[in-house]
């Protein structure tokens, strides 16, 4: 859907920006394993859920990219993802 693209871009230069400090091809191969899981869990989500607006989905996308960094063990502290989202949210 339009909207799945749209947050997945979005999702994209999220995790592009908190990976900066990481080399190339490491960066790209946690980037791809992050968005790989988020993804995986917001189209496990909708199978089970009716998610009734655009904003229902964001609010499940960032959840779903939060939880995979932590799962992943990228993120420490939430405040990253706090100062991540107040930049791109505009």
């Known amino acids: ?8 871009n979005w ?3 999220v995790v592009e920006f908190s990976l900066l400090n990481h080399d190339g091809r ?6 791809a394993r992050l968005l790989s899981r988020a993804f995986s869990y917001v189209d496990r989500i909708c ?4 998610i ?3 904003d229902q989905y964001k609010l499940l996308t960032i959840v779903c990219l939060h939880l995979a960094a932590k799962v ?3 993120l420490k502290s939430d405040a990253h ?3 991540c ?3 791109f949210q505009r």
């Open 47 to 50: 199978t089970k859920f009716e």
């Open 52 to 54: 009734a607006n655009r």
């Open 85 to 87: 989202y107040e930049r």
């Open 26 to 31: 490491h960066r790209q191969q946690l980037k």
């Open 11 to 13: 999702s994209f230069r």
């Open 81 to 83: 993802v706090y100062d």
């Open 1 to 8: 859907s339009k909207c799945r693209s749209i947050m997945m």
């Open 72 to 74: 992943s063990g990228l």
